[in-house]
């Protein structure tokens, strides 16, 4: 749609409405908002936001709480402005601000969720029906879907692939599944930590539905951090934090994932509170988080050490052999959907080697072949998936475009606990040379800066010690297990934007 008629947009028109054309227009912005991100995310996040006036190069948008104005700036500001930018041609900026008290409020509302019966809930009774806070019904598992982390049936145990890079994590949380009500809990919480697509939310799946299936009597309840901060915000402008509060304290087992989301003092001390309260009861708790809980910045201090108490896992990036597994898996699903797709064992065998991500960016080169073999009606030969891999080939690598050394510095430092000058000084203490140059190591291969550069920028060194220092880290990887877990480590840190 082009912005005929910006006039009629600005301001409003005194008595609290919108004119038409923004309403229209805004319509269509939030039918596509709601398209790709979807429903709950939507209505958790947007689902109160309004139009409220629109200028010649900027759209003025209102929400009800200081909370919202600022998660959608930190999180959703650039995908918002794309879309509205789409629809309203001469945008470029959009202003967010929290209404006053007396103007509209959003109509859009959340689907009422319906729900069984589930044992031990604080649930209002209502006829024939049990329903629990509107904000947390839909996000006990198994009975509703809870908004981005919910118990997937295909997520289980049995298609859980296990290699050298998760063993420890898949043996971790199948001890938390099989154990029985009543028996010491063997780690709690178990905290996992791994980088996007490595199989965190999978597990957690796993832990869900085994639980559910094995011990029906057991409230498990499985959500993201960014669910649990909606179910808050909704109980408090609900006035209906004790219902909130006695919902989790029933629960038996509590599963949380992308918890390094987690913001706001309120919310944080509300967790820290529920947490406790079912550690001590000896209730079963798993945190999933791009990070370990040492790396959580945003999280109080307490709230950490209470996380590192428990069993800390990590799941690295699959080798080769895990890698070809995966592939098989998704092949063998893809086939079964629909026979007529065929690669030979040899393509497959290409794809494990090249493309050394997560096991999304596996399941996308496998799609990329299958694509071209439906729309071009020929089969994919070694040379032509050879070809077709090339925008995917090393898919886990660094966009080099995109890192800087000042990145890899910050991360290099905080990893070590070394301070960025003493990376930049000429001191030669071990403490401090190896992270050095497993820094210079870092930039070289991460970023396209040349040695001469890369020595600038550790504090003026000559190019022949960077190429020292990049040799000597590849030599001592090879031999040295521990320092080859940490650079790993640190590529995946640097690769998410944790600097």
């Known amino acids: 749609m082009k912005q005929t008629d910006n006039t009629s947009g600005q301001g409003g028109t005194g008595d609290g409405k919108v004119p038409v054309n923004i309403k229209d227009g805004w319509g269509r912005i939030t039918q596509r908002l709601r398209a790709e991100i979807g429903d ?69 509302q959340a689907p009422k969720v319906q ?19 509107a904000a947390l019904a839909p996000v006990i598992a198994g009975h509703a879907p809870d908004g981005g982390a919910q118990a997937d049936e295909a997520l289980t145990f049995e298609t859980f692939k296990v290699g050298q890079s998760n063993q420890l994590a898949h043996a971790a ?20 930590h791994a980088g996007a697509g490595f199989g965190k939310t999978h597990l957690l799946s796993s832990v869900a539905q085994r639980v559910r299936n094995a011990q029906p009597l057991r409230k498990v309840m499985m959500l993201t951090a960014e669910r649990f901060m909606y179910s808050f915000i909704h109980a408090v402008r609900q006035k209906d934090t004790l219902a909130f509060k006695d919902q989790f304290q029933s629960i038996d087992v509590l599963l949380i994932d992308d918890f390094q989301f987690l913001q706001g003092r309120a919310i944080q001390q509300e967790f820290c509170h529920s947490f406790n309260s079912l550690v001590d009861q000896r209730r079963q708790v798993v945190v999933a988080a791009d990070v370990p809980p040492s790396q959580l910045d945003t999280i109080d201090q ?20 895990l890698r070809r597994q995966i592939l098989q898996a998704r092949y063998d699903l893809m086939r079964a959907r629909d026979p ?68 890899i510095l910050k991360v290099v430092g905080r990893h070590f606990n070394v301070a960025k000058a003493d990376l930049l ?53 090879k031999g040295d297990d521990k320092l080859a877990k940490d650079v790993a480590t640190l590529i995946r840190l640097i690769e998410q934007g944790m600097p």
């Open 173 to 192: 949380a199948m001890r938390v599944a099989m154990s029985q009500p009543g028996h010491p809990v063997s780690f709690n919480p178990l905290f996992i």
């Open 40 to 108: 709950d995310l939507y209505t958790s996040w947007f689902g109160r936001m309004e139009p409220d006036s629109l200028g010649d190069t900027q759209l003025t948008v209102s929400v009800p709480t200081r909370f919202l104005k600022s998660w959608i700036e930190n999180h959703y500001m650039s995908k918002l402005r794309k879309i509205a930018a789409a629809e309203f041609t001469a945008i470029t900026t959009i202003q967010v601000k929290v209404r006053s008290q007396g103007q509209p409020v959003a109509r859009h």
């Open 302 to 321: 307490r709230m950490r050490s209470r996380l590192m108490g428990g069993l800390v896992v990590d799941i690295e990036a699959p080798d080769q052999a």
């Open 425 to 477: 000084s000429p001191r030669r203490a071990r403490t401090v040379v190896l992270p050095r140059q497993i820094g210079m190591y870092l930039a070289k291969k991460l970023t396209s800066r040349s040695l001469p550069e890369i020595g600038r920028r550790f504090g003026g060194r000559d190019h022949s010690t960077v190429l020292h220092a990049v040799r000597k880290i590849e030599d001592q990887i």
């Open 340 to 407: 007529n797709l065929a690669l030979p064992d040899e393509i497959l065998d290409l794809v494990a080697e090249r493309v050394t991500g997560s096991g999304r960016e596996l399941e996308g080169a496998l799609n990329k072949l299958f694509a071209h073999q439906q729309f071009q009606h020929q089969s994919v030969s070694l040379e032509l998936a050879g070809m077709l891999l090339r925008d995917t080939s090393f898919a886990s690598g660094a966009d080099q475009g995109r890192i800087k050394i000042e990145d």
């Open 115 to 133: 729900m069984p019966a589930v044992r031990g809930s604080s649930a209002r009774a209502t006829g024939d029906t049990l329903q629990p806070i």
